[in-house]
């Protein structure tokens, strides 16, 4: 056989064998799950839910346990955290669950149904959930909260800082793993500005908001109508939740800074 020839033969025979493997390790992939457990910034229909499940290919099950308006202590306290744990154990079918948990927007809230204290309550509450999810045979995946999107002067304001200060001292003390959300999503809004930054936001964006967007101020949300504001079906404008453009941009955010330091799960994300 002419040496051309064997050439074109050997890298066609290279090219089946590269396909080959990449079948092969597509089939290697083996089920796993992702449950969310936290408040409404990670729910489908105000946070960013719906964009983090839409990143992974169909070997994951993306399971979405968040509660809007709840805290570290009342997702537990309601007996959420009870049937959260029931779904976590039941775990035959996967060769692993992850745990995506992170609190800290309505620990701060001044209801006492809410408020936990940041200095002893907040990090013992988040403590006892990293507990709970290896001794139910899971894998905790703590993550630091969503960034609030006010800005003051063209800067965006660090509100919840302590939180995610918390959040992240608590897992390294434990040795689990965490992906500093607070931390990306704040440099991600301070790169957009505020009249992007409010494009991620619930509609219809109220005309007072417009008109001062360009000052680098954010400034407190008017309705003229009630029906503007958020309802059961529609998540109205405010600095804090997201609209489907807003959940699918920061869901993707969230998936990439966590496969980005965590090989594996890099397999399971979609590629571009």
């Known amino acids: 056989m002419p040496f051309r020839r064997i050439a074109v033969a ?18 290697t992939l083996k089920p796993i799950r992702v449950i969310m457990v936290g408040d409404s910034t990670m729910t489908e229909k105000s946070g960013y839910g719906t964009g983090f499940c839409a990143q992974f290919k169909p070997e994951v099950t993306c399971v979405n346990l968040a509660r809007g308006g709840r805290s570290s202590k ?16 039941d775990n035959k079918a996967y060769a692993k669950t992850y ?16 408020h936990t204290d940041i200095v002893t309550e907040f990090p013992l509450n988040m403590r ?4 709970d999810i290896q001794a139910a045979g899971a894998t905790p995946i703590f993550v630091t909260p969503l960034t609030q ?22 897992a390294r003390d434990k040795g689990w793993e965490v992906v500093d959300f607070y931390d990306a999503t704040q440099k991600a809004v301070q790169a957009m ?17 417009l008109d001062t967007e360009a000052s ?17 079906s529609h998540q109205g404008f405010d600095y804090t939740h997201l609209s489907a453009k807003g ?25 571009e």
């Not at 006892?128 to 507990?131: A, F, I, R």
């Open 10 to 27: 050997l890298a066609a025979l290279a090219c089946t064998a590269l396909t080959c493997a990449a079948s092969a390790h597509a089939e």
């Open 74 to 89: 009342s997702y537990r306290v309601e007996g959420l955290w009870d049937k959260a744990l029931a779904e976590i154990r």
């Open 99 to 114: 745990v995506w948990i992170g609190f800290g927007h309505n620990d701060g809230s001044p209801k006492p149904e809410r």
């Open 128 to 131: 006892q959930y990293g507990v």
């Open 149 to 170: 999107r006010w800005f003051k002067d063209g800067k965006l304001r660090p509100d919840l800082l302590p939180w995610s200060t918390a959040v992240k001292l608590v």
């Open 193 to 209: 500005g505020p009249v992007a930054a409010n494009r991620m936001a619930g509609d219809p964006i109220p005309q007072n908001v």
């Open 216 to 232: 680098g101020t954010s400034v407190p949300a008017v309705f003229t109508d009630a029906s503007q504001g958020t309802t059961a």
């Open 247 to 271: 959940s699918a941009y920061f869901g993707k955010l969230a998936v990439d800074l966590w496969a980005s330091q965590d090989a594996a799960i890099k397999p399971y994300v979609k590629s």
